[in-house]
């Protein structure tokens, strides 16, 4: 699947501009890399999310983590292919199956898994678990466990850069479920009113909890109905993660150059079922295994060595070290202490001011 020609964007004349802009000062012209070193680079960032989220369902298996918890397996390239084309003072949103998002964007793996097992060392102090990872150093803005309820937020995030004349870009990740959403339609409507520097990433894995995406939406084609608020948009082949990068870079690099908010549809699939409560009866095995065809990991893998890159050790290095990472958090994790029960109200409400 190629990505298709952006909806409306001959005749967007913001759009224009911001070409014109870059072509003469050279902002935002760098293209997606596509050398041997940072395939690899692509390659490890997938696999330490994979590896993580398959080590996530033994300890859950185990009652190690408890509460809900929405696994990435299958999503990775959306997740790293997009931060590829963001810079550290860009804003993240993410939904409540952003453990993939969290570890692309930086946040450590050990402070990933302490957050899962609840623990103070966790990035969100062991409050929030597997839905709400936070990392304000980061501009890692959540995990947020409401259906679209991530939108609003990073309109507001773009409208505080917009008002203080920042070059930032903000991104959004939420699922196709959105779009049954009051938040989603309210926030593209803004986004495009105000010229927010939005990039709005829809994850379209098909299924909204266990609803397929034509059971909830009369128009599958979501990029062409974003395009109805007057945002840039168009569709990506989401289980490639260079062609992710490449679309997600060519949208950053125009939202930051003043174009306004641009949407992308990345058409992904989880492998796993929406959580880990989820028995998974309402689609097949048959359909399952078409998409794991397209494995982003194993594409990545296949084009390199279509390309003459011998992986055979290097892949086995890169396996350990992720090993190693991943290990190390669970350790890390087990022997974390746990929140004393006397500070469990503690932000909860504002300290009492002292009254001399």
């Known amino acids: 699947m190629s990505p298709a020609r952006p909806t409306g964007a001959r005749k967007d004349p913001v759009l ?44 859950y298996s185990a009652t190690k983590i408890r509460g809900f918890v929405h696994l990435y397996i299958g999503e990775e ?77 990073a309109a507001g995030l773009a409208l505080a850069d917009r008002l203080r004349g920042q070059g930032r870009v903000t991104c959004c990740f939420f699922g196709d479920g959105a779009f049954a959403e009051g938040e989603f339609h309210e926030t593209a409507n803004l986004a495009a009113l105000w010229h927010l520097p939005l990039l709005l990433i829809c994850e379209n894995n098909l299924y909204a909890m266990g609803t397929a995406l034509a ?38 690099e125009a939202v930051r150059a003043g174009a306004g908010p641009h949407f992308l549809e990345l058409r992904t699939y989880r492998y796993r079922a929406h959580s880990m409560y989820d028995p998974d009866r309402y689609r097949n095995k048959a359909e399952i295994e078409r998409w794991k065809d397209r494995d982003p990991i194993n594409r990545l893998l296949d084009r390199m060595r279509e390309n003459g890159v011998s992986l055979d050790d290097e892949l086995a290095g890169i396996e350990r070290r992720v090993a190693a990472d991943v290990d190390h958090a669970v350790g890390a994790a087990e022997q974390a202490p746990e929140e004393p029960v006397e500070h469990l109200l503690r932000h909860v409400t504002s300290a009492p001011s002292e009254v001399s």
């Open 16 to 59: 224009q501009k911001a070409e014109k802009t870059r072509r003469k000062t050279g902002v935002g012209s760098s293209p997606g890399r596509t050398t041997d070193g940072h395939r690899r680079d692509l390659l490890e960032a997938m696999l330490r999310i994979r590896r993580f989220e398959e080590r996530c369902v033994e300890l």
């Open 215 to 252: 059971r909830h939406e009369a128009q599958t084609d979501l990029a062409m109905r974003a395009a109805s608020y007057g945002v840039v948009a168009w569709a990506v082949d989401g289980m490639d993660v260079e062609a992710v990068e490449q679309a997600a870079r060519r949208a950053a």
């Open 77 to 153: 390239a959306v997740a790293v292919g997009v931060n590829e084309a963001l810079t550290p003072e860009d804003a993240v949103v993410a939904t409540y199956r952003e453990h993939g998002h969290a570890l692309a964007r930086g946040i450590t793996a050990e402070a990933v898994m302490a957050e899962m097992y609840g623990r103070t060392t966790g990035c969100s102090g062991g409050r929030g678990g597997s839905m709400h990872l936070f990392d304000a150093s980061r501009r890692f803005y959540g995990g947020n466990a409401i259906v679209a309820g991530g939108l609003p937020l």
